[in-house]
């Protein structure tokens, strides 16, 4: 069995010759096959479609609505569940049937929803389990202690799913939008219900026709203050606030509808009610607000809540026994306080190390890509996490509200920017169909000398002049993009990030995760072909419960090939960490090591083919020589020639060191004085206000980016599980490539261009219906048949527009062959 890499790779840095593009197994996207990985896109993929096939859940495949999502690289991290074991034991207590409700990340279709059901139906103890996709919560109920739940919670990661406390709620306005389209659907129906017989010719002299205008004047009363006060209140906030909002001109139209019908009504004039219209109209302006909405709180709802805050730190108390010490929320940590922290868990303010030694990851706190040895007193930064095995102690410098980590956590609250062209639009569309109508008034008066049929006229115009095309198409084209960004991996999370993304023309990014992948590749994956299968096992076993950077490329390596660790019974013991230095384990009485070179004694000296950054070695013999190296996410360079291309600014600022920016830089094609290294959070923070004229772009994924994050104009990460940046970004992104920002802004364009149209043929509509009215030509039977013609015509063309763009993407779009190499340099 050969075992492969991330990416694979030969030893000057180029994919293997032979190669094609094929559809990924498992997601079905395409991408760049090699012949180490000729079937998978990445090492999730092949781990995952493994998986399925093993648990006999191929119907998975089946059920799959198109192309799925690549499976990230949290499968093959370990990950704390202690929190879950606390919430099970709670559950638990005197109960005989215990039930809860977690949050869910992952959950992309139906495929989905199947699969896990049938894992939890399969699971021991498991009695029921129901998904709410949409807001992305699962509730699990099980026989009090018999059921492991943490167990099913780790299976669930294996697949590519991951559980939290549940802290999504459902968005009180969703709630809301949905009540009330119930409400004012019942009433439309109604009231057109009431009104067909006047369209039919019913004497208005027959004795129920007043009760039947009374009737439709009491359904349109119930629409307008139930439905339509949605769009009057946001349009008088919006007003107080100095913005003129789309909402303005829908309530206008309303409200005039309703007021002419009422005189009408209180007249007995059959002949300007448009009770059916206001009804009819307020539904469908509501369904597309829904719509609009719904699109975007799905991508918010795809990943976990912010869980960051939530972490516990145990607090040490000198004489304390070890089980009695109490856990801590992390919000709640003051200096000199003495603690633990668990393996996996960030270090939640300035501390000093109390343990003899420990190694920690500063990636995400200071964009630093290699970890740091630190020993007993040296000074560990807030934001730093835990790499070693077993829990180390430290003694807080500072309290957690004057810590750095907490002002990077801190969740910014923006206000919705404004569009000044759109404002400008809406503005002079109000005027125009206002003088308009006071002009038709003005004419028929004159000309007639009759005040009720100019104020007909008046009415009229006001009615159809209502922005129903747009209003229902514009949710359309929003929602047809945000599905068809999600089908790419990209999902954009802020409606208004649309508004802002045509001034973008300056693109920054972090390096190290964001330029960079997550985790090391294996620059030379050939020498896992020298390791038998016994010796993979080992390795596996060693490597599979710690998180430094060298472990969880191998661990995904093998996991991916299927090698699975040592049976519990193999007669070997756990595996011991040196700080700094490496891994050590004894089974059967063989002693095996994996670390740095200087650390092993081989029995022979290694030959060139064992030289590398970490030796696997047996009894001292070394088995493989493993090099790793920083893997460049394999379009990088690709994607930053097409904007510089175009005429775009791209910059790097990182925390990394200057020297290996600057090689990146070079890499890339970039300008050197464009990328800066050795830069704080605030550092970053300061250069893009300094540089920001609303028009820069933040690509991040650490803490360290999440100053410049509130800072810039548009953001937007490719980190999913890590409870930050994605919470404040735009749009989040999946994936190996950075070809999802491209669809980002190829998609805006689309969408600006179908609008365009759309409101072409709105005026076009528009001019059409207010010529009826000023010739005396409309009455409530015609608008109300123009009025849904023209919603249909919008969307059967937003309908054709999108169909024929994304087949003429589809058609123009570089295939992830040649042009889209993967590239790495080596990990100093």
């Known amino acids: 069995m050969s075992v492969t890499a991330v990416e694979s790779k030969s030893a000057a840095g180029h994919p293997d010759t032979e190669s094609g593009v094929r559809e990924c197994l498992h997601c079905h996207l395409p991408f760049h096959s090699t012949p180490r990985r000729r079937d998978f896109c990445c090492s999730g993929c092949q781990f995952v479609h493994g998986l399925i096939n093993d648990h006999g859940l191929e119907k998975y495949y089946d059920l799959q609505d198109g192309k799925g999502q690549p499976v990230p690289s949290l499968v093959f991290q370990p990950r704390d569940y202690g929190w879950l074991e606390e919430l099970v034991t709670e559950a638990e207590t005197g109960k005989e049937t215990a039930a809860l409700v977690l949050d869910l990340q992952g959950i992309s279709c139906i495929g989905c929803v199947w699969l896990i059901e049938q894992l939890f139906e399969q699971w021991p103890g498991a009695l029921g389990v129901s998904i709410n996709s949409s807001l992305g919560q699962i509730r699990l109920r099980w026989t009090a202690g018999e059921c492991d739940v943490t167990g099913f919670a780790k299976k669930l990661q294996e697949f590519g799913y991951l559980l939290a406390p549940a802290v999504k709620r459902e968005n009180r306005e969703s709630r809301l939008l949905v009540r009330r389209m119930g409400i004012t659907a019942a009433l439309a129906m109604n009231c057109m219900l009431f009104t067909v017989p006047f369209y039919f010719g019913m004497d208005p002299g027959y004795e129920y026709a007043p009760l039947f205008s009374l009737v439709t004047f009491l359904l349109a009363t119930a629409s307008l203050v139930y439905g339509g006060s949605y769009f009057i209140k946001r349009s008088v906030q919006s007003l107080r606030r100095g913005i003129i909002h789309i909402d303005l001109p829908i309530s206008i139209g309303v409200v005039a509808a309703y007021a002419g019908s009422t005189f009408a009504w209180w007249r007995h004039d059959h002949s300007f009610i448009y009770f059916d219209f206001v009804t009819v109209f307020i539904f469908l302006m509501l369904v597309g607000r829904w719509t609009q909405q719904l699109a975007i709180e799905r991508n918010r709802n795809y990943l976990l809540g912010l869980q960051n805050q939530r972490q516990e730190v145990r607090l040490v108390i000198p004489g304390e026994e070890e089980g009695k010490r109490r856990k801590l929320p992390v919000t709640e940590v003051r200096g000199g306080m003495r603690y633990l922290v668990e393996p996996g868990q960030f270090i939640p303010v300035a501390s000093e190390l109390l343990s003899a030694e420990a190694v920690f990851g500063l990636e995400w706190i200071n964009g630093e890509s290699e970890p740091r040895n630190c020993r ?28 750095l980590l907490a002002s990077l956590l801190a969740m910014d609250v923006r206000e919705t920017p404004r569009h000044p062209l759109l404002e400008r639009i809406i503005k002079t569309y109000l005027l125009v169909v206002l003088a308009v109508a006071a002009a038709g008034f003005g004419a028929w008066f004159w000309a007639t000398g009759n005040s009720l049929t100019a104020l007909q006229v008046m009415i009229s115009v006001l009615v159809v002049s209502c922005p129903c095309a747009i209003g229902v ?13 999600r089908k790419k991996g990209v999902f954009v999370r802020d409606q208004s990030l649309w508004g802002r993304l045509g001034r973008v023309r300056k693109i920054i990014f972090d390096k190290t995760g964001t330029l960079t992948l997550e985790n090391l590749a294996l620059a030379n994956p050939a020498v896992m072909d020298r390791l038998n299968g016994h010796q993979r096992r080992v390795l596996l076993t060693m490597v599979q419960s710690t998180l430094h950077p060298v472990s969880r490329c191998l661990r995904e390596i093998l996991l991916a090939n299927g090698v699975r660790p040592l049976d519990d019974d193999s007669q070997s013991a756990a595996a011991r960490e040196t700080v700094g230095t490496g891994l050590e384990m004894e089974t059967g009485g063989d002693v095996w090591r994996l670390g740095r070179p200087d650390w092993q004694t081989p029995l022979t000296a290694p030959d060139a083919g064992h030289q590398g950054d970490c030796l696997f070695t047996l009894n001292g013999k070394t088995l493989a020589a493993f090099r790793f190296a920083e893997d460049i996410r394999a379009d990088a360079r690709s994607e930053i020639s097409r904007w510089l291309g175009k005429g775009w600014s791209i910059f790097i600022l990182s925390g990394d060191r200057k020297a290996k920016v600057a090689k990146m830089a070079d890499h890339l094609g970039l300008a050197r004085d464009h990328c800066h290294g050795e830069l704080s959070p605030v550092d970053k923070a300061d250069w893009i206000k300094a540089n920001d004229r609303d028009d820069t772009l933040m690509i991040g994924d650490g803490a360290n980016d999440s100053l410049a994050f509130d800072a810039t104009w548009c953001r937007g990460t490719p980190a999913v599980d890590r409870g930050l940046l994605e919470q404040k970004s735009d749009f989040y992104f999946l994936g190996r490539g950075l070809n999802g920002i491209r669809h980002l802004f190829e998609t805006a364009e689309d969408r600006g261009k179908t609008l365009t149209r759309v409101f072409l043929f ?14 005396g030509l409309m009455n ?7 009025m849904p013609l023209s919603s249909i015509i919008s969307i059967s063309s937003v309908m054709m527009q999108s169909r024929w763009r994304e087949s003429r993407r589809r058609r123009a779009e570089p295939l992830p062959g040649t042009p889209l190499e993967p590239e790495w340099y080596p990990q100093t």
Do not use: K, M, Q
């Open 376 to 403: 007993r007193s040296h000074r560990v930064p807030a934001g730093a996490v835990h790499l070693g095995a077993g829990a180390i102690e430290l003694r807080a410098d500072e309290d957690w509200a004057d810590s």
């Open 473 to 485: 198409a514009w949710p359309l084209v929003d929602e047809l993009a945000v599905s068809r960004l």
């Open 762 to 775: 709105t005026i076009a509509y528009n001019v059409f219906a207010v010529t009826l009215c000023l010739a």
């Open 780 to 786: 409530p039977l015609v608008a109300a048949v123009i």
